[in-house]
Protein backbone atom coordinates (compact mmCIF):
# COMPACT_ATOMS: atom_id res chain seq x y z
CA UNK A 1 0.00 0.00 0.00
CA UNK A 2 1.35 3.75 -0.83
CA UNK A 3 2.00 5.81 1.84
CA UNK A 4 -1.43 8.14 3.00
CA UNK A 5 -2.12 10.90 1.69
CA UNK A 6 -0.25 14.22 4.35
CA UNK A 7 -2.69 16.17 5.79
CA UNK A 8 -1.02 19.48 3.80
CA UNK A 9 -3.36 21.71 2.11
CA UNK A 10 -3.20 24.49 -0.75
CA UNK A 11 -4.96 27.17 -2.37
CA UNK A 12 -7.38 26.09 -4.99
CA UNK A 13 -5.72 25.66 -8.27
CA UNK A 14 -5.92 27.92 -11.55
CA UNK A 15 -6.10 25.28 -14.27
CA UNK A 16 -6.51 28.12 -17.25
CA UNK A 17 -3.98 28.77 -19.67
CA UNK A 18 -1.35 28.63 -17.36
CA UNK A 19 2.14 27.77 -18.52
CA UNK A 20 3.45 24.08 -18.06
CA UNK A 21 6.87 25.48 -17.25
CA UNK A 22 6.05 27.06 -14.02
CA UNK A 23 7.30 24.96 -11.03
CA UNK A 24 4.75 22.25 -10.10
CA UNK A 25 2.50 22.27 -12.86
CA UNK A 26 4.50 19.41 -13.78
CA UNK A 27 4.48 16.09 -11.48
CA UNK A 28 5.91 12.77 -12.04
CA UNK A 29 5.46 10.58 -9.43
CA UNK A 30 6.90 6.78 -8.75
CA UNK A 31 5.20 4.42 -7.01
CA UNK A 32 7.71 1.37 -6.82
CA UNK A 33 11.38 0.34 -8.12
CA UNK A 34 12.35 -2.25 -6.12
CA UNK A 35 13.95 0.09 -3.98
CA UNK A 36 15.98 1.76 -6.09
CA UNK A 37 15.81 5.43 -6.44
CA UNK A 38 13.37 5.72 -9.30
CA UNK A 39 14.71 6.17 -12.95
CA UNK A 40 10.95 5.84 -14.25
CA UNK A 41 11.00 9.49 -12.90
CA UNK A 42 14.98 10.39 -13.36
CA UNK A 43 14.99 9.91 -16.85
CA UNK A 44 11.50 11.85 -18.13
CA UNK A 45 12.84 14.69 -15.48
CA UNK A 46 15.89 15.12 -17.48
CA UNK A 47 13.49 15.09 -20.36
CA UNK A 48 11.36 17.83 -19.33
CA UNK A 49 14.07 20.32 -18.23
CA UNK A 50 16.39 20.08 -21.31
CA UNK A 51 13.10 21.41 -22.78
CA UNK A 52 12.76 23.92 -20.50
CA UNK A 53 10.26 22.39 -17.98
CA UNK A 54 10.52 22.40 -14.28
CA UNK A 55 8.54 19.19 -12.85
CA UNK A 56 8.06 18.08 -8.97
CA UNK A 57 8.49 14.56 -8.03
CA UNK A 58 7.57 12.28 -5.72
CA UNK A 59 8.32 8.75 -4.92
CA UNK A 60 5.53 7.46 -2.86
CA UNK A 61 7.73 3.78 -1.73
CA UNK A 62 9.75 6.34 0.84
CA UNK A 63 7.69 9.89 0.35
CA UNK A 64 4.12 10.54 1.60
CA UNK A 65 1.55 11.44 -1.35
CA UNK A 66 1.05 15.22 -0.94
CA UNK A 67 -1.77 16.98 -1.34
CA UNK A 68 0.33 20.56 -2.07
CA UNK A 69 2.19 19.05 -4.77
CA UNK A 70 -1.09 16.94 -6.33
CA UNK A 71 -3.31 20.31 -6.31
CA UNK A 72 -1.18 22.98 -8.23
CA UNK A 73 -0.53 20.37 -11.09
CA UNK A 74 -1.61 20.73 -14.30
CA UNK A 75 0.10 17.14 -15.70
CA UNK A 76 0.36 13.92 -13.26
CA UNK A 77 2.49 11.35 -15.03
CA UNK A 78 2.82 8.25 -13.05
CA UNK A 79 5.30 5.95 -13.45
CA UNK A 80 4.70 2.24 -13.82
CA UNK A 81 7.04 -0.21 -15.09
CA UNK A 82 5.41 -3.08 -13.06
CA UNK A 83 2.68 -4.82 -11.50
CA UNK A 84 2.74 -3.49 -8.28
CA UNK A 85 3.72 0.13 -9.49
CA UNK A 86 0.35 -0.33 -11.82
CA UNK A 87 -1.52 -1.25 -8.80
CA UNK A 88 -0.27 1.45 -6.57
CA UNK A 89 -0.91 3.56 -9.60
CA UNK A 90 -4.17 3.31 -9.74
CA UNK A 91 -4.38 4.32 -6.46
CA UNK A 92 -2.84 7.30 -6.83
CA UNK A 93 -4.45 8.07 -9.62
CA UNK A 94 -7.51 7.94 -8.18
CA UNK A 95 -6.50 10.28 -5.22
CA UNK A 96 -5.07 12.50 -7.70
CA UNK A 97 -8.95 12.61 -9.57
CA UNK A 98 -10.25 14.02 -6.04
CA UNK A 99 -7.60 16.50 -5.15
CA UNK A 100 -7.38 18.03 -8.67
CA UNK A 101 -10.18 16.52 -11.25
CA UNK A 102 -9.12 18.89 -14.11
CA UNK A 103 -5.35 17.72 -14.00
CA UNK A 104 -4.07 15.36 -17.11
CA UNK A 105 -3.64 12.19 -15.98
CA UNK A 106 -0.67 10.05 -18.08
CA UNK A 107 0.56 6.62 -16.63
CA UNK A 108 3.89 5.84 -18.51
CA UNK A 109 5.73 2.53 -18.86
CA UNK A 110 5.81 -0.90 -19.89
CA UNK A 111 2.53 -1.57 -17.52
CA UNK A 112 0.99 1.38 -18.88
CA UNK A 113 0.94 0.28 -22.80
CA UNK A 114 -0.18 -3.60 -21.85
CA UNK A 115 -3.15 -2.08 -19.80
CA UNK A 116 -3.99 0.87 -21.69
CA UNK A 117 -7.89 -0.31 -22.19
CA UNK A 118 -8.15 -0.08 -18.71
CA UNK A 119 -6.32 3.14 -17.90
CA UNK A 120 -7.96 4.77 -20.34
CA UNK A 121 -11.16 3.93 -19.15
CA UNK A 122 -10.87 4.32 -15.65
CA UNK A 123 -8.40 6.68 -14.81
CA UNK A 124 -5.80 8.36 -17.53
CA UNK A 125 -6.37 10.94 -20.15
CA UNK A 126 -3.24 9.46 -22.06
CA UNK A 127 -1.27 6.39 -21.90
CA UNK A 128 2.97 5.79 -23.35
CA UNK A 129 4.90 2.97 -23.96
CA UNK A 130 8.41 2.28 -24.88
CA UNK A 131 11.03 5.13 -24.79
CA UNK A 132 8.52 7.47 -23.29
CA UNK A 133 10.58 10.35 -22.91
CA UNK A 134 10.09 11.99 -26.42
CA UNK A 135 6.57 11.59 -27.05
CA UNK A 136 6.13 12.62 -22.93
CA UNK A 137 7.66 16.08 -23.36
CA UNK A 138 5.71 16.42 -26.72
CA UNK A 139 2.89 15.43 -24.65
CA UNK A 140 3.54 18.11 -22.49
CA UNK A 141 3.80 20.97 -25.17
CA UNK A 142 1.12 19.82 -26.99
CA UNK A 143 -1.29 20.41 -24.29
CA UNK A 144 0.65 23.82 -23.52
CA UNK A 145 -0.11 24.97 -27.23
CA UNK A 146 -3.97 23.14 -26.83
CA UNK A 147 -2.96 21.12 -29.50
CA UNK A 148 -5.16 17.65 -29.33
CA UNK A 149 -3.22 15.83 -32.65
CA UNK A 150 -1.83 13.09 -32.58
CA UNK A 151 1.88 12.08 -31.33
CA UNK A 152 3.05 8.99 -32.32
CA UNK A 153 3.30 6.71 -29.10
CA UNK A 154 0.91 8.36 -27.20
CA UNK A 155 -2.79 6.64 -26.77
CA UNK A 156 -5.56 8.77 -25.79
CA UNK A 157 -9.21 7.67 -25.08
CA UNK A 158 -9.66 8.77 -28.79
CA UNK A 159 -6.77 7.19 -30.74
CA UNK A 160 -4.79 4.03 -30.03
CA UNK A 161 -1.30 4.18 -30.06
CA UNK A 162 2.03 1.26 -29.64
CA UNK A 163 4.92 1.67 -27.88
CA UNK A 164 7.14 4.47 -28.99
CA UNK A 165 10.45 2.54 -30.16
CA UNK A 166 12.71 5.20 -31.83
CA UNK A 167 16.36 5.48 -30.47
CA UNK A 168 16.45 8.67 -28.24
CA UNK A 169 19.76 10.98 -27.01
CA UNK A 170 19.58 10.51 -23.48
CA UNK A 171 20.76 13.19 -21.11
CA UNK A 172 22.06 11.98 -17.61
CA UNK A 173 19.07 11.28 -15.29
CA UNK A 174 18.04 14.11 -12.95
CA UNK A 175 17.76 13.01 -9.37
CA UNK A 176 17.72 16.67 -7.87
CA UNK A 177 14.55 16.33 -6.91
CA UNK A 178 14.01 12.68 -5.65
CA UNK A 179 14.85 11.57 -2.04
CA UNK A 180 18.51 10.49 -1.29
CA UNK A 181 20.27 7.72 -1.78
CA UNK A 182 21.06 7.04 1.79
CA UNK A 183 18.97 4.71 3.93
CA UNK A 184 16.16 6.18 6.14
CA UNK A 185 13.97 5.36 9.36
CA UNK A 186 11.10 5.02 6.75
CA UNK A 187 12.78 2.76 4.55
Given at each position: ?25 ILLISC ?40 PARFVG ?78 RSHQAA ?26
Amino acid sequence: MFRQLSSETSSPVNLGRESLRRSGAILLISCYELGHQPLGVALPLSFLQRSGYNPETLDISVQELQEAKIAPARFVGVSVPMHTALRLGVQVAQRVREINPACHVCFYGLYAILNSDYLLDHWADSVIGGEIEGPLVQLVGALERGDSNTIPGVARSHQAAGPFLEKLSFPVPSRQSLPGLEPTSET
